[in-house]
C-alpha cells in the first residue's frame, strides 16, 4: 500500500491546544479513498475529538483489520502507535495490546464487513470483556474493496447498482452491542460533524467498551436511489433522540441545566458530557427500553443517532481481573516471573 506525505506546512495562526499543538500536529497522510467517501469525514472528526481533548500522539494507539475503513488509521495522528490486524482480528489484538499498556489510547476503526461478517466473534468478546476502548465502525452496507458485495449490515430491500436487492435480515450493531452489554453506545452520521465528534470524544473519555457505528455512505457502490446507506436517504430518515456536548474540566466553567432538557455526567477524569434529550421519551441509562425504542424505529425505517446507552457501572478489564495500575509492559522481568517455587504450587492446582 502506498502513502503518500502530507507537507509539513502550518499557518501560524492556527489554533494550539494546551498541549501547544496544531489540529495539523493530529493528520496522518494523504487519503487514498474515493473522492466523497464518509470515511474520511469521520477521519476530519477524529482529528478534531483528539486535538480537542490534548491527546499526546505518542500516548495513542490506532487499531485497524481489513477493508476500506481499515485503512482510516493512516490518515489521522501519524506519531501515534498504530497496528493493521488481519480481516476481522482487530479486536483480540487490542485485546493484547490493552493488557499489556492500559495506559495507552486505543481507538480501533473498523467496518461493518470486519466487524459484523469475519469479526463478529472478536467484536462479541472485546464488548464482553468491557475492554477500554473506543470502536468506530464506519458502516456503509457494502465491502468496498471487492467491489460493493452486500454485508451483514444490508437492510432487507436495500438494491445494489446493479443485480437483486438484498432480502437477508440484516445485523444491527448497536442493538446487538446493548443485547451483549456494552456499556457505550452511539450512532452518528459522517455528515453530521456537530454530532460526530462530541460522541467520539466521550466514547474516548469513558472507562470500558465504547461503540459509535457511523452510517459512512459508499459513493461508488452504495449511493445510488434505493440504497438504505446513500446520503440522501440518511438525511430522509435521520432520527436523533439524545444529543451529546463535551464540556472541559475547568475550574470557573458555570453551566445553567434546564429541568428534562439536558443531564451533565461526569467522567472518571473530571470532564463532563452532557445529554440533551431530543426525545424526551428517551432513556439512555434503561438497556431494556433503549432497546424496545431502537427496534421500534428501526422497523419503522428510522436510523436512531445519538447517545443510545450509557452504563458506568460496569467495571472495566483490567478492574475485572484486579490488575496493578502500572502497565504490564512497564514491570521487571523480577516482577512479572513468579520464581520457580511459586510457580510449581501455581501448576499443582490444575494437576
Known sequence: MTYIAKPK???????????????????????????????????????????????????????????????TPAYFVSQSHGFNAVHGRMPSVTTGANAANRDLTYIGVSGDGDSLSIGLGQFVHAIRRNLNMCYIIENNGVYGLTKGQFSASADIGSKPKKGMANQQEPIDSVSTALSLGATYIARSFSGDKEQLVPL???????????????????????????STKSYAHTRQFYHQVVDMDYVPPAEELKVAYDDGEAMPVELHDGSKIVLRKMDKRYDPTSRASSFKYLRDHFNRGEITTGLLYLDESRKEMHDLMGNVDTPLARLPLESLHPGADELRKILKRYR
Open 200 to 226: 467520539i470524544q466521550g466514547a474516548l473519555l469513558h472507562d470500558g467498551f465504547a461503540l459509535v457505528d457511523v452510517i459512512s455512505p459508499c459513493v461508488t457502490f452504495n449511493d445510488h436511489e434505493g
Open 9 to 71: 506546512v502550518a499557518h501560524p495562526g492556527l489554533p494550539r491546544n494546551k498541549l501547544g499543538l496544531t489540529s495539523r500536529d493530529y493528520e496522518g497522510t494523504v487519503s487514498t479513498l474515493c473522492a466523497g467517501c464518509g470515511h474520511d469525514s469521520v477521519t476530519t472528526a477524529i482529528i478534531q475529538a483528539v486535538f480537542e481533548l490534548n491527546i499526546e500522539p505518542h500516548n495513542l494507539a490506532k487499531m485497524s483489520g481489513i477493508g476500506c475503513s481499515s485503512k
